[in-house]
């Protein structure tokens, strides 16, 4: 078992940058595909960003391609968001999740442990 506590969220304007943090309790860190995801009020949770169990394989969603990134270290049991350029439309609170497997994985189902959670909020 895992447990995730993000960090990072905040108020910042259109076009401001974010780094979100997520720390990982536990010895097997390295065995979880990790992800970040995002639930907009009102709106389903969506998939946002993934990352293998080793970082070398990504992928992240199209609404944020060519925004944000997403790493991990798993010496220090963290996986991180960087946000660049947020619009409003990314507000939203934001999820690390983990999951058990060596891929990359964009389906909110497939993730087995969720943190709390982190609000961002990008104003206009």
């Known amino acids: 078992q895992v447990q995730l506590v993000e960090s990072g969220g905040g108020l910042v304007q259109a076009g401001d940058s974010l780094r979100l943090s997520c720390a990982a309790s536990?010895?097997?860190?390295?065995?979880?595909?990790m992800g970040w995801l995002r639930q907009a009020l009102g709106k389903e949770r969506e998939f946002v960003a993934g990352?293998?169990?080793?970082?070398?394989?990504?992928a992240v969603a199209d609404s944020v391609k060519g925004r944000f990134t997403i790493s991990r270290d798993n010496a220090k049991n963290t996986v991180f968001l960087q946000m660049d350029s947020l619009k409003p439309e990314d507000t939203a609170v934001y999820y690390c999740a983990a999951a058990r497997g060596g891929g990359v994985y964009t389906a909110t189902r497939v993730y087995d442990y969720w943190g709390q959670g982190t609000q961002v909020t990008v104003s206009s």
């Open positions: 990352i293998s169990r080793t970082g070398g394989s990504t």
């Open positions: 536990g010895r097997t860190f390295g065995s979880y595909a």
